[in-house]
């Protein structure tokens, strides 16, 4: 099957290394959980969604940083495919973490429905700072609809 599209850009193996740190404070695990309808664990474990809002905020690019590395405008709206997560430890108040990652790949693909899309997938890992700990591993897949490839 031959494509009628430019390959997608070759950004596998793109580090997603952060040099920021994360720490997840009492008061705002508390707003989230309440914001869910859940309390704060007794046993100072934070709401599992920080998996998440961890990886990303501390990650090495912004959205918009990881959109320009795959040449895409992220005006045009990246959307969320899927994130998948593996925890060895929860995330905990108080605790200082970093982050590291990499891009897996990028895939140029035809859509019923988007036309020409992208699609991206990423690997980060939440790390203890002071002893680098992996505590999870997350795989996020977006999807990157690219519509001045349509004809």
């Known amino acids: 099957m031959s ?3 430019p390959p997608a850009p070759d950004v ?3 580090s997603l290394d952060g040099t920021k740190t ?5 008061k705002e695990n508390s707003a989230l959980c309440q ?3 859940v309390k704060p664990a ?3 474990s934070a709401h599992p969604i920080y998996y998440y809002i961890a990886t990303q905020v501390a990650m090495g690019k912004t959205v918009a940083g990881v959109c320009e590395t795959c040449e895409f405008d992220v005006d045009d709206g990246p959307m969320m495919g899927s994130s998948g997560v593996k925890f060895s430890e929860p995330v905990m108040v108080g605790e200082i973490y970093k982050v590291s990652g990499e891009i897996l790949s990028l895939v140029r693909k035809q859509s019923r429905k988007l036309g020409i899309m992208d699609v991206l997938t990423y690997r980060l890992r939440l790390h203890k ?3 680098n700990t992996c505590i999870l591993e997350t795989d996020n897949v977006w999807v990157l609809p690219r519509k001045e490839l349509a004809k």
Do not use: L, N, P
């Open 3 to 5: 494509a009628d599209f």
């Open 12 to 14: 596998a193996g793109t």
């Open 22 to 26: 994360f720490v997840v404070t009492e």
């Open 35 to 37: 914001s869910t309808g």
């Open 42 to 44: 007794a046993d100072g």
């Open 129 to 131: 700072e002071k002893d």
